[in-house]
């Protein structure tokens, strides 16, 4: 389709969006270059006009809209850029936008989580695209491998450290033997972490990235609710100390994997070995490692966030639209209508567990709670103890079991519990030898 | 276009070949979802006919064949797929497909290395797609971020260790500290190094690997002859011991930056800081960080090479391709024709130094050398004497400079040859802080 200019609808003005403005009008003339004709924006949809707001006295007042109406209706729109996040109204502005005939951008990763089926069938029967590379990730493609690089590959796991706020704030505790509390408030303090913190350190952000992730990879649509998730508040220094003697690090990581056709996938710490890469992605840095049949292990590292970041996503996905609309290509995503595979219930996967108990400082501690795992046949792979509190005349037992099953684990777990020499289970981590 | 199925024509049924046959024989119907209709092999161009080469038995003895012309007048192949290697005659067959309207996908560095331009101004001319993923980095997807997930960046560096050979070598000499024949002869001994190692140890493969992916990343062709190259043969275990003394690591990496719009692109061991990712990449495995505007800097990592991750590659382009096709797209890659950039002379480049000097161990050998640098204007960040060998009265000196001029550096280094106390320089090795 030979075209003089792309038009682009951008809703929302705010960090992504104003960075995402921005680059459109700055790199104007590459970005023609790439996308085959001038990207031109057309009219910016906000909550409100707020002339003083970053960016907007750079742009001309005449591209602001608050009105819904006239935003679709502006002549010239080709692509929707959603910048506004959270699931309403981004959900209902993405359905118009595709139904009224418009490729779709969208950095919105609680609605592609949420209801990424229900749009992608949309864009299909209207013949547009609809991209969200940015939703997971940020400037990192991660969401391009799975579309397009690896599409040979049956891909068997996922691995993914995929928040850089609880990255942040567990690799301060490890570096520097504090305690979540005290990291998590001079995350707050630095501005790498929310003064309401829940959705990254309760892994809800993490759990709607992987929902995403999982549901190209396996091309089965997984929800947020098909993924158990586990956030970091309960690791604590000691935590750090004693995976480091037994040669781990900690890390909240999503994985997801596909074992005998049932997907398992969740969110939560984990014991990874110190020599893995993962456990070198320190900081507000993001990676993701996939295995696949023909490539084996690859891995994806780098800024997951920040509006530089995954405006470089955002634009990208413009560019792609943009070169699609201007060959005449609508929709081009395949999926299958019913892929066959299970969602794997927690209590069915298996993994090896730490398990830090304070107990009685006195002899017969250690008999009884391997009484327990060796009913439930889970048996220990090491155990130290050690910290003993003479005036409390309590010890400190950490111990690493072979793999076994969940639901064996969360039995040994509350009948540990119950026993009279056990005071606390302190802390109960899985573990991933990836 | 609707269409029945893709045919593919298939050339050189070796490592590589092979196992793109047998996944496109094996994984037939998940590739036809992904495609959008059936691939199917119509042809495979081999040297010469041997029914008892691997796979070549699983495979109709009618689809073969030895003669060029048959080949290319096999109705129905849309796709041709070059996997025979080497500049010629793959050159001729690439251009004769491209010329008769194939889409051509390749795992050919030497061949895009030294054509690419051509190659690709031919295949733009003639509407068909010309996609070469494999070429470098093996499974790991290098050319396409460039293509596509990157491009609302400027580039600014690619560091890369981007053959494994050398990277296994290097990585058993840290390891071990064993020297470099030893490492070799080890490397042979398993089938990580070819009974004729120059071109891995020598960096030619990284400089064609470089010349593919800095062509892309700065849009400008990078001849193989544009990039400095050096081999790791003159590492010694003791420059991993003074390396680690000082923090660093060593690799062959092959760099290319981009600098007020000058090109800098060489291949050489380098010291980098022992706490970067890329110090991490052990063995045999590849990995490429980019650094762009808006991406900060972006990691890939993985296996290089080996015929299966080269597979995933290959198939993969195959895959666009016939997307491609389907849809109707011929030719879809831009390429300014006049970039306006320049190549740097390596005398020209600036960074920093490590400096292995055998001397007379006496008094005033470092003053001697300190005056030299001095004069040409280096400054020495740090320096190590010992190793002192009291039978033939020499000393060893490590030296650490500043970021110099190479040209400066290079004076220095003859300079420092002809002192009367210096009995050799063992090594000068450049540093980079990445």
Chains 1, 2 share one sequence.
Not at 23 to 35: D, G, N, P, R
Not at 118 to 141: F, N, Q, T
Not at 347 to 359: D, H, K, P, S
Not at 416 to 422: G, S
């Amino acid at each position: 389709m030979k075209k003089e200019s792309i038009g682009i609808g951008l809703m929302g003005l705010g960090v992504v969006g104003g960075q995402v403005a921005k680059v459109l009008t700055e790199k104007a003339s590459a970005l023609a270059e790439q996308a085959g004709c001038p990207l031109v924006l057309r009219k910016i949809k906000v909550r409100r006009i707020d002339p003083e707001r970053p960016r907007a006295h750079q742009l001309p007042a005449e591209l602001f809209t608050t009105d819904d109406d006239e935003f679709f209706n502006t002549p010239g729109i080709d692509i929707v850029v959603e910048a506004i996040g959270g699931e309403n109204p981004a959900r209902e502005y993405l359905k118009r936008a595709i139904t009224s005939g418009k490729h779709v951008v969208t950095s919105n990763k609680e609605v592609i989580a949420k209801h990424g089926a229900e749009l992608r069938a949309l864009a299909r029967e209207h013949h547009v695209g609809l991209r969200y590379e940015a939703s997971a990730g940020g400037g990192i493609p991660l969401i391009a491998p799975f579309k397009h690089d690896l599409v040979a590959n049956e891909i068997s796991g996922i691995y993914a450290i995929i928040n850089g706020t609880t990255n942040y704030i567990l690799t301060r505790m490890a570096r520097e033997g504090i305690d979540f509390p005290a990291a998590l408030k001079s995350a707050q303090e630095l501005g790498y972490a929310e003064p309401n913190p829940e959705n990254d350190i309760e892994g809800i952000d993490a759990n709607y990235k992987l929902a995403i992730l999982a549901s190209l990879a396996f091309q089965h649509e997984v929800r947020p609710e098909d993924i158990y998730c586990e956030g970091i508040s309960r690791i604590g220094s000691r935590d750090f100390r004693y995976a480091r003697e037994l040669g781990f690090a900690i890390k909240l990581l999503a994985i997801a994997k596909l074992v005998d056709n049932a997907i398992e996938a969740r969110v939560h710490p984990v014991l990874i070995p110190e020599d893995s890469l993962l456990a070198k992605v320190d900081g507000v840095y993001n990676a993701i490692l996939v295995e696949g049949d023909l490539i084996g292990k690859v891995l994806f590292y780098g800024q997951g966030a920040g509006p530089s970041a995954t405006s470089s996503a955002v634009i990208a996905d413009i560019v792609a639209s943009a070169q699609d609309i201007l060959l005449g290509v609508g929709n081009r995503f395949k999926w299958k209508a019913e892929s066959g595979k299970k969602i794997k219930p927690m209590a069915e996967i298996e993994t090896q567990y730490y398990l830090r108990v304070n107990c009685a400082d006195r002899p017969g501690v250690l008999a009884q709670i391997s009484k327990i795992l060796g009913d439930l046949k889970i048996s220990i792979a090491s155990a130290i103890q050690k910290e003993a509190d003479m005036t409390a005349q309590t010890a400190e037992l950490v111990l690493m079991t072979h793999p076994s099953p969940e639901k064996a684990m969360q039995q040994a777990l509350s009948k540990i519990a119950q026993l009279e020499v056990v005071k606390e289970i302190s802390n109960f981590i899985r573990v991933e030898n990836i």
